[in-house]
C-alpha cells in the first residue's frame, strides 16, 4: 500500500528558532494535507496542498508541495510555546479510486523549549 | 472537533473481551473513518464508510468490525481476534464534495483503549 515517510520523528527547539518537518512519497499524490495535534488531543485540519509546486503561508506557518508532487514541507518560522505539538502529513495518492481515504506520516513531534 | 463525539475517553476491557466505541457525528457528513494511532506510528486507517450500509477496510481492519446504520453513527467494534488492541482510536468525518481536492476530515477527541 501507499506509503508516506516523514522526517525528523522529533524535533526540540529553543523558542524563536525554525522548524522544518518533511513529508515524501514513492508514488505521486493526488493532494496532500496538513493535521496538527496538540499533546493529550484530536489532529486538526491545518491544510491542504494540491497543485504541483504550490506554497501556502498561514501566518508564520509556510506549505510546500512538491513539482512532482511526491513530497512536501512544512516551516515554521520563530517558532512558539503554542506550536508545541505533532504535526502529521496525510496524503490522497493520484488516480486513486478510495475518495477520501488519507495515508498518514508518521508525524513530526515538536517540543519548544522558553 | 466540534460535533463529533466519542465515548468514553478512556477503556479499560479484560483480554479475550470484544468492545464497541461509539462514535457519533452532527455534522451531517456523507463521509466517516476509524483510525488506530500508536506512538511513533501516526494514524493507521482501520475502516471507513460513504454511504449509510457500505463501508471499506483499511489499511489494519483485521480483528475489527464496524456498522454504518445511521448516517450520524459509525461504532467500532474491537474482536478478541486483534492482537494488540491496546491503543488511542480516533474516529472523523467528512463531507463528499466531489471536488478535485480531498474534503477535510474533522476528529473527534477519541478514546484511549486499555486491554488488560
Known amino acids: 500500500g501507499q506509503q508516506v515517510m516523514q522526517i525528523p520523528q522529533y524535533q526540540h527547539v529553543q523558542e524563536g528558532e525554525d522548524f522544518t518537518t518533511y513529508c515524501n512519497s514513492s508514488?505521486?499524490?493526488?493532494?496532500i494535507q496538513w493535521y496538527k495535534q496538540r499533546p493529550g488531543g484530536h489532529p486538526v485540519f491545518l491544510i491542504q496542498?494540491?497543485?504541483?509546486?504550490e506554497v501556502k503561508k498561514q501566518k508564520r506557518l509556510t506549505f510546500q508541495f512538491g513539482e512532482a508532487k511526491k513530497n512536501s514541507s512544512l516551516h515554521i518560522t520563530a517558532t512558539q510555546t503554542t506550536d508545541v505539538g505533532t504535526y502529521f502529513c496525510?496524503?490522497?495518492?493520484?488516480?486513486?479510486?478510495?475518495?477520501?481515504?488519507?495515508?498518514f506520516g508518521q508525524g513530526t513531534i515538536l517540543t519548544v523549549h522558553p | 472537533d466540534g460535533g463529533i463525539t466519542q465515548s468514553p475517553k478512556y477503556l479499560f476491557r479484560k483480554e479475550g473481551q470484544n468492545v464497541t466505541l461509539s462514535c457519533e457525528q452532527n455534522?451531517?457528513?456523507?463521509?466517516m473513518y476509524w483510525y488506530r494511532q500508536d506512538p511513533g506510528q501516526g494514524l493507521r486507517l482501520i475502516y471507513y464508510?460513504?454511504?449509510?450500509?457500505?463501508?471499506q477496510k483499511g489499511d489494519i481492519a483485521e480483528g475489527y468490525s464496524v456498522s454504518r446504520e445511521k448516517k450520524e453513527s459509525f461504532p467500532l467494534t474491537v474482536t478478541s481476534a486483534q492482537k494488540n488492541p491496546t491503543a488511542f482510536y480516533l474516529c472523523?468525518?467528512?463531507?463528499?464534495?466531489?471536488?478535485?481536492?480531498?474534503?477535510?476530515?474533522?476528529f473527534g477527541p477519541g478514546t484511549r483503549l486499555t486491554v488488560l
Open positions: 472523523a468525518s467528512s463531507i463528499i464534495s466531489g471536488g478535485g481536492g480531498t474534503d477535510t476530515q474533522y
Open positions: 508514488t505521486t499524490l493526488s493532494n
Open positions: 496542498l494540491v497543485k504541483s509546486g
Open positions: 496525510a496524503a490522497a495518492n493520484a488516480g486513486g479510486t478510495s475518495y477520501g481515504k488519507l495515508t
Open positions: 455534522l451531517n457528513h456523507d463521509a
Open positions: 464508510s460513504q454511504i449509510v450500509n457500505d463501508f
